[in-house]
Nanobody
């Protein structure tokens, strides 16, 4: 079972990034998926979630209207499109299944001018 996040980087405020999470080792299409983020000294928090079929999604209030979660069940990949990025979005971003399994390495997103 493996979760591999990618797509992070350094971006200016107002910019965009698209994160990807490639999944292997379980039947991806059978599970809801989630994106989390964590900053130093804080607990990992839920950012967005999507149902197994992709028809339902939910977002933390702090990212609603700016972030979009999506998935491609043919590619075993979940995405997080992040627009209008703010410095407070700076964090390590992780994906996971619902229910959770072992964490991947995450991908660092830094929003700074």
């Amino acid at each position: 079972v493996q979760l591999v996040e990618s797509g992070g980087g350094l971006v200016q405020p107002g910019g965009s990034l698209r994160l990807s999470c490639a999944v292997s080792g379980f039947t991806f299409s059978a599970y809801g998926m989630r994106w989390y983020r964590q900053t130093p000294g804080k607990e990992r928090g839920l950012v967005a979630e999507i149902s197994s079929g992709g028809g339902t999604s939910n977002y933390a209030d702090s990212v609603k209207g700016r972030f979009t979660i999506s998935r491609d069940n043919a590619k075993n990949t979940v995405y997080l499109q992040m627009n209008s990025l703010r410095p407070e979005d700076t964090a390590v971003y992780y994906c996971n299944r619902a229910p959770r399994i072992a964490w991947g390495q995450g991908t660092q997103v830094t929003v700074s001018s």
